[in-house]
């Protein structure tokens, strides 16, 4: 099986613009996870989607969103960029049938290194 | 109560050296442990993963050690070799409010030396 995939890999941006990540699970997973990961702050949930649906949320600003379409692929936007959004984005995918990590391990893309100048 | 507080932050062992690399929870809904590796470049791969019912796994040269009531659990990795040199984080998740969430500790880069 193919693994999850990321796009774009690399992207910089400047303050004040907005930017969209994406990212394909792997096949047959219906859930989406995103994190932010920085040398100071380290992996940070975002937020998860199953099924289209938000299922969780960390505590981030509303500036960052996402959604799920029915291939389960995700999508998670940006807007008004900010300095401290530079980072490596995260998705991680798996059944999430259960809703539990402990059954549904996630599996991690190679991440979408966002930098804002 | 959500945080996972992992040390050391960096860690040099010997090629055949053993590396070991603790963490720290507080919230006792947590009910699965695991520890990932990520190499330059990559994304964090799952390397080991443990519950709370069990006090040890071992799996290859890799081994957790998990003590329940100190709430602390431990990652072992015997015979470390230069391909072993990664950042690796442990983790935990569990309860009702973490549904697909995982709470990382901050990380700690190994080195091993040839």
């Known amino acids: 099986k193919a693994g999850v995939t990321q796009t774009p890999r690399y992207l910089i941006k400047t303050r004040g613009q907005q930017v969209t990540l994406s990212c394909s699970p792997i096949s047959g997973h219906r859930s989406v996870s995103w994190y932010q990961q920085t040398p100071g702050q380290g992996l940070q949930f975002l937020f998860e989607y199953f099924s289209e649906t938000q299922r969780n949320k960390g505590n981030f600003p509303g500036r960052f969103s996402g959604r799920q379409f029915s291939n389960s692929r995700s999508e998670m936007n940006v807007s008004t960029l900010e300095l401290g959004d530079s980072a490596l984005y995260l998705c991680a995918s798996s059944t999430g049938t259960s809703g539990s990590v402990s059954t549904d391990t996630q599996y991690f893309g190679p991440g979408t290194r966002l930098t804002v100048l | ?114």
Request: charge should be positive; glycine fraction near 10%.
């Open chain 2, 1 to 114: 109560q959500q945080q996972v507080k992992q040390s050391p932050q960096s860690l040099i062992v010997q090629k055949g050296g053993i590396s070991i690399i603790n963490c720290a929870y507080e919230n006792t809904a947590f009910d699965y442990f695991p520890w990932y590796q990520q190499f330059p470049g990559k994304g964090p791969a799952l390397l080991i993963a443990i519950r709370p019912d069990v006090s040890e796994k071992k799996e290859g040269r890799f081994t957790i050690s998990f003590n329940k009531s100190a709430k602390q659990f431990s990652l072992h990795i015997m015979d470390s070799q230069p391909g072993d040199s990664a950042t690796y984080f442990c983790a935990a998740s569990g309860g009702s409010s973490n549904t697909g969430k995982l709470i990382f500790g901050q990380g700690t880069t190994l080195q091993v030396k040839p």
